[in-house]
């Protein structure tokens, strides 16, 4: 088994496990957990935490659970939590790709692929009349 990244991912697949591991020399996981939470369309989704592998913090997600999450772009919030103490240590977005074992749901485009046909779509039929006053 590869040994997990040492960072964040920047998207990951429904339906598989992710995993990576995290070390912060201000909030080391023998004293803080890791808490991370994703968001979608301004409502919390859901939140997972690392367990401690010594001061480093590891993320495990399951398939089972990963294979519940919709596809599309995510808020991606991480905190360092110890008591009462509260403190982000991380903040983008992710984007989840579909499952691909669930067929009815795979679209392998891109979003700017999609967007892009869609464009062509709506401008297409007008094209020529544009063309013809020319």
Not at 20 to 35: G, N, Q, R
Not at 36 to 65: E, I, M, P, Q, W
Not at 81 to 110: C, H, M, Q, W
């Amino acid at each position: 088994m590869a040994e997990p990244k040492s960072y964040e991912p920047e998207k990951v697949t429904a339906g598989v496990t992710w995993k990576w591991k995290k070390t912060f020399s201000d909030y080391p996981a023998s004293e803080w957990t890791l808490t991370y939470y994703l968001r979608k369309n301004g409502a919390t989704a859901t939140s997972f935490n690392a367990t401690a592998d010594g001061d480093t913090h590891l993320v495990t997600v399951a398939a089972a659970t990963t294979a519940a999450y919709a596809s599309g772009i995510y808020d991606f919030i991480g905190w360092a939590i110890k008591g009462t103490e509260k403190y982000e240590v991380f903040n983008a977005s992710i984007e989840v790709l579909p499952n691909p074992t669930n067929a009815s749901a795979y679209d392998p485009r891109s979003h700017a692929r999609k967007v892009m046909e869609l464009i062509e779509a709506a401008i297409y039929p007008v094209f020529p009349q544009i063309i013809a006053k020319s």
